[in-house]
């Protein structure tokens, strides 16, 4: 999927991370929005597992703008995060009467991207 980018965002992503992108998208509806440090205190005390990947992902992103555009890290908003679905893992489990039954690992790519907060670009 091609995002389009402003010229002043910086964009991470993660691949093929082992979890539903049903339950990354809980987690990332809650930092979209938000300041880079707010949205890294909010994700470093929830209680998922999600919250793991998705700060790499920031973090990522954060030095991204920082070494390649020069931007200063204080000034940083989530302008976009999402998670898409990655392909599944496919298992089979042995049930009764010598059937077997599908089991489905899903998997995700979380992309986020960060730009400048409004108070920066009109500095």
Same mark, same amino acid.
């Given at each position: ?56 992902? %920031? ?29 599944? %893992? ?34």
């Amino acid at each position: 999927m091609a995002v389009a980018l402003k010229s002043n965002e910086a964009i991470a992503s993660a691949m093929y991370i082992r979890m539903s992108p049903r339950k990354v998208r809980r987690v990332l509806d809650q930092v979209r929005g938000r300041s880079y440090r707010e949205a890294l205190i909010i994700l470093e005390f929830m209680p998922y597992r999600a919250c793991e990947p998705i700060i790499k992902v %920031l973090r990522s992103a954060v030095a991204n703008a920082e070494n390649n555009m020069g931007l200063n890290r204080s000034s940083l908003m989530v302008s976009q995060a999402y998670a898409d679905m990655g392909p599944s %893992l496919k298992r089979f489990r042995p049930r009764a009467q010598g059937r077997a039954f599908q089991i489905r690992k899903p998997t995700c790519h979380i992309t986020i991207t960060v730009a400048p907060g409004a108070e920066a670009e009109e500095a």
